[in-house]
């Protein structure tokens, strides 16, 4: 099993970042891929970031693509989600979630195995 934890959410005003940190604990050496998802309230959980461990590859959804960075460091086994340029729009709560097969990255929730509890980031505009 893997245990992930988020950190880093919190409140900004629109235009302002925010770095998340999902750190990655148990069966690490499992992990193929890792990715960030988010839900705001009443609307369906969306994938916008994912990267593959061992490649670095990585891919966007195209609502944050060009605001937003996703890296890991495996010697710390974390990932994070650099937020640029916040939007009211990207309220909501994130989560990080990880695959142990596959060798491509996917934004769609179901290949995902294991998920963090989610940190909130509210914006205000």
């Known amino acids: 099993q893997v245990q992930l934890v988020e950190s880093g959410g919190g409140s900004v005003q629109a235009g302002g970042s925010l770095r998340l940190s999902c750190a990655a604990s148990?069966?690490?050496?499992?992990?193929?891929?890792m990715g960030w998802f988010r839900q705001a309230p009443g609307k369906e959980l969306e994938g916008i970031a994912a990267?593959?461990?061992?490649?670095?590859?990585?891919l966007y959804a195209t609502s944050v693509k060009g605001r937003f960075t996703i890296s890991r460091d495996n010697a710390k086994n974390t990932m994070y989600l650099r937020m640029n340029n916040l939007k009211p729009e990207d309220t909501a709560m994130y989560y990080c979630?990880?695959?142990?097969?596959?060798?491509?990255?996917?934004?769609?929730?179901?290949?995902?195995?294991?998920w963090g509890q989610g940190t909130q980031v509210t914006v205000s505009s």
């Open positions: 979630a990880i695959r142990s097969a596959g060798n491509d990255v996917s934004l769609y929730p179901q290949p995902y195995l294991y």
């Open positions: 148990g069966d690490v050496t499992s992990i193929v891929s």
């Open positions: 990267i593959h461990t061992h490649t670095g590859t990585s």
